[in-house]
């Protein structure tokens, strides 16, 4: 019989939930990733620790599927905070492998890395030489159950160590909530007698894989649909209304503020979904079909907890035939057609450099169909949801949005790279002052993506603080980043390359594409930081109201 060490448990036990690692190497977890090269585990290295956990965590985000990351302890470890904290803020679930202080006791160098994963709402869950097995096993079904990011903990005296034989017990099957019976009723006679219905669908409709039901139950209903930024096209077709939100145009928003009823899908109502309490109006009924125990919001009317497509497939079954809202789907046709799309941006800006609205129209005339796109967090966030075509939700990794962070991007889309499997060009889509920041990792996407393309929105600022505090007469000085050439030094780590001055320079992309579109190419955009986005418009608004009604 083949003899394991404590390690070579983990791994063999995680190796029935995943295929990729992340990581970089250390003194502990080096023999975990001996152990889970022997497996077959395919390791994508990446340069920066934090990058080992948000890379795990793109890939799921893009193909539903569990990843690992993995780091040392001490230094490793803390350096992946950041990642850890967007993960579990965003539910997304995700295994970080890394070493920790000896079982004997910890060392000067050591910290309490448990009490740190708690403060970030992250469960470690420390093996034994006795129990690794049993132990993985549990933070695997942890982090699945609870849609969150957990820590395998190895102690460095015992990572080299024999383990001991385990009798593993069987995988957990997954708890779907269902509270149907106590609530579907109300809401299929309240949708029976909207006159205007609106099914608006979050994440947690597309994981359940229930867009086939909502569009049906919105065909039945003559029913207006629309998604969050997350769910993004998963309803498209007759009556689809677009994002809900910030990302939205000022047309759908008021559409959807004069539905009646309102099913929300698996959303969890988030206030830039809501544009900060203004895209519903005030007497609309608001429906919430979720696997939360709870409604997530106050303005919720009547809460379902269940699996959304087996609550929608039996909606469908308690309605009648025939469309109550066909003249609801007619109206909103019309003023679709006739009302302002988004901006098309200008030809000329004050600087001279490129209006991002128009820059984002003409890529998306250039970038190849099928894309998946990753994006960072900064200003420029809403450029891609807005004016590029994403096809379905799986297609748009909206990353550092959920704890407010720039910085991950490059490291999600070396995760989303490794998950993309048909053919698909990775899009990352970035700010200068993110790109920045991780920079590190540009290397490790070069290395990963079989074809990628990186967008970057060079304002040579942080975007953001200039138009928050600066607007106000507050010192830029802080806010402003030196103009690097990032084309430079993209060449320099391997891909090809071009500065984007004019919306001619594109062309260079575009001959790259037709070429293959083979590696990496990073389109080194600059752009002008004249143009405020809508979203960041209405949450300033937001935040000057909350501010004037605490001082009333």
């Known amino acids: 019989m083949t003899t394991l060490t404590v390690s070579g448990r ?81 539910q997304i679930p995700v295994v970080l492998v890394t070493g920790d202080a000896p079982s004997s006791g910890a060392r000067p160098q050591d910290v309490d890395q448990a009490a740190i994963a708690a403060g970030l709402g992250a469960a470690t869950f420390t093996v034994t030489r006795d129990a690794a097995g049993s132990i993985t096993r549990q933070a695997v079904e942890y982090a699945l159950t609870k849609r969150t990011a957990v820590v395998i903990a190895i102690p460095y005296d015992l990572a080299a160590l024999e383990a001991d034989e385990e009798e593993l017990p069987a995988p957990l099957a997954p708890t779907v909530i269902d509270d149907v019976d106590g609530g579907l009723g109300q809401v299929a006679r309240l949708l029976a007698g909207a006159k205007r219905p609106l099914i608006l669908a979050g994440r947690g409709a597309h994981l359940a894989g229930a867009g086939p039901e909502l569009r049906e139950l919105a065909d039945r209903l003559g029913a207006l649909t629309a998604g969050t930024a997350l769910a993004l096209n998963l309803l498209n077709g007759e009556g689809y209304l677009g994002v809900a939100g910030g990302f939205g145009t000022d047309t759908a928003a008021g559409l959807m503020g004069e539905a009646d009823v309102v099913l929300v899908a698996g959303a969890s109502l988030s206030p830039f979904t809501l544009r900060f309490g203004h895209l519903l109006g005030p007497d609309s009924t608001v429906i919430q079909i979720d696997t939360a125990l709870q409604p997530t919001h106050p303005r919720v009317d009547a809460f379902v907890s269940a699996d959304v497509k087996s609550a929608a497939s039996r909606l469908l079954g308690m309605l009648d035939g025939g469309a109550s809202g066909t003249a609801w789907r007619a109206e909103a046709r019309k003023r679709l057609a006739e009302g302002p799309g988004h901006a098309a941006g200008s030809a000329e800006t004050p600087d001279g450099r490129l209006d991002p609205r128009a820059l984002a129209s003409a890529l998306d005339a250039v970038l190849p169909e099928r894309r998946t796109v990753v994006q960072d967090g900064g200003h420029f966030l809403g450029w891609a949801p807005m004016y590029w075509n994403i096809p379905r939700p799986q297609d748009l990794v909206m990353v550092g949005t959920a704890f407010q962070s720039i910085g991950l991007g490059l490291a999600s889309a070396v995760g989303a790279a490794r998950a993309v499997e048909d053919g698909r060009t990775l899009v990352l889509a970035s700010g200068d002052g993110g790109f920045l920041m991780g920079l590190s990792d540009l290397e490790s996407l070069i290395g990963a993506a079989r074809s990628a393309i990186v967008v970057i929105y060079n304002d040579a600022a942080y975007g953001a603080e200039i138009h928050q505090y600066a607007s106000k007469g507050l010192t830029d000085k802080p806010m402003l980043i030196p103009e690097v050439d990032f084309s430079g030094v993209a060449r320099a780590l391997g891909a090809e390359s071009a500065i984007i001055r004019s919306l001619s320079d594109l062309s260079a992309l575009q001959d790259w594409i037709d070429a293959g579109a083979k590696g990496t190419f990073v389109a080194d955009c600059r752009i002008t930081s004249s143009v405020r986005a809508p979203w960041m418009s209405e949450w300033m608004a937001a935040s000057r109201a909350a501010k004037a009604a605490l001082a009333g």
């Open 10 to 90: 983990v791994a063999q036990v995680l190796s029935s939930y995943v295929t990729d690692v992340f990581g970089v190497m250390g003194n502990g977890n080096v023999y975990f990733l001996d152990a889970a090269e022997q497996l077959g585990l395919r390791f994508s290295a990446v340069r920066h620790e934090g990058a080992a956990i948000a890379a795990a965590d793109a890939y799921y985000r893009t193909s539903g599927r569990l990843a690992a990351g993995t780091t040392t302890y001490g230094p490793g470890f803390t350096n992946a905070l950041t990642a850890i904290a967007e993960a579990v803020q965003a």
